[in-house]
């Protein structure tokens, strides 16, 4: 049985969020996160033993985050195709604020908890891998090996991400991705 949400363990997260996305895991304190909150940091420490537990609560918050998204989409898409876009599109704008501060800090400062992180995200990797599969089953994909074509897929959306490239060819986010999909999918050979 689920245990219901506490208000005061999501309040200090979501401050906790705010300045570790911002600042980073190594530059804020819990002073901060305590005047942020207007809280004692003995309230925060009833919850969260230490910054480490905050750290390790927002992974699990993401985490949940991504799994609940691909769960909805998959009850509502059968398309494997449009499930693989939206879930990638849906991980690109999710994660990008994380990366630049937060994940960068606890890749350095919290190994395990960064491990954890990719191991996560190994796994979603995988959960496209079996969609390509199953797209090949159904006839909708060519029968290509399914590790590489997701890695060929991926490997293009990480290079147009990139705020200069999408500026320079005067492109938003969601029309690049779109560009790449239908590349992926049908080639560009007439």
């Known amino acids: 049985m689920m245990k219901p949400p506490n208000p005061v363990i999501d309040k200090i997260l979501n401050a906790s969020q705010a300045r570790m996305v911002r600042f980073g895991y190594h530059k804020v304190t819990m002073d901060e996160i305590a005047g942020d909150l207007r809280m004692s940091k003995n309230t925060i420490y009833l919850h969260f033993p230490s910054k ?95 590790a590489l074509a997701v890695r060929a897929y991926l490997g293009a959306v990480n290079n147009i991400i990139d705020p200069e490239v999408l500026q320079q060819e005067g492109v938003s986010f969601q029309q690049a991705l779109e560009t790449v999909m239908d590349i992926w999918s049908k080639g560009i050979l007439k």
């Not at 599109?89 to 937060?102: C, D, G, I, K, V």
């Open 52 to 146: 480490i537990d905050i750290a390790k609560g927002l992974v699990v918050r993401i985490k949940n985050k991504i799994n609940d998204y691909q769960l909805k989409i998959e009850k509502t898409e059968k398309d494997p195709l449009k499930i693989i876009s939206l879930n990638i599109l849906f991980l690109q704008q999710e994660l990008t604020p994380w990366f630049e501060h937060f994940l960068k800090d606890i890749q350095i400062e919290l190994p395990e908890l960064w491990q954890e992180f990719v191991d996560f995200r190994a796994g979603k990797v995988m959960d496209l891998e079996k969609l390509v599969g199953a797209g090949i089953k159904k006839r909708k994909f060519r029968d290509v090996n399914p």
